[in-house]
């Protein structure tokens, strides 16, 4: 498995497809809360994908998993997302009020995510293909 490529800010775009994290991992609404208090344990993992395949359904953050069973109440169903041809000073609007966004297209596929490194100068994207 390929590392992470990080893309500097000033040579990034043009589009939110060439700076994602396209293979996102993503968990099902019926994950028990104890899988996810698990997950997020690890300090890197500040925000969980929900889908139901390729339909992506929501996200999960860690101060919003329920109390027992699944995480289902939790996720939040109006996060905002970026479609794969939007521009990179979209996705930099976003990412000022969120460390992740999701990149959905029109039909609710997820196609991946987009986040910032630790410093906030460069995009984590996949590695070249």
Request: proline share 10%.
């Amino acid at each position: 498995m390929s590392s992470t490529r990080h893309i500097p800010l000033d040579a990034a775009g043009p589009a939110v497809r060439d700076v994602m994290l396209a293979e996102a991992r993503t968990i099902p609404p019926d994950t028990p809360v104890e899988t996810v208090r698990e997950t997020f344990a690890n300090p890197r993992v500040k925000l969980l994908l929900v889908a139901e395949g390729e339909q992506f359904l929501g996200t999960l953050a860690p101060d919003a998993v329920p109390a027992s069973g699944t995480i289902a109440p939790g996720v939040d169903t109006g996060t905002p997302t970026l479609q794969p041809g939007d521009g990179i000073e979209r996705a930099l609007q976003l990412l000022e009020h969120s460390s992740r966004v999701p990149v959905v297209d029109a039909d609710g596929r997820l196609h991946g995510l987009v986040c910032l490194n630790r410093g906030k100068s460069a995009f984590c994207a996949s590695p070249r293909r």
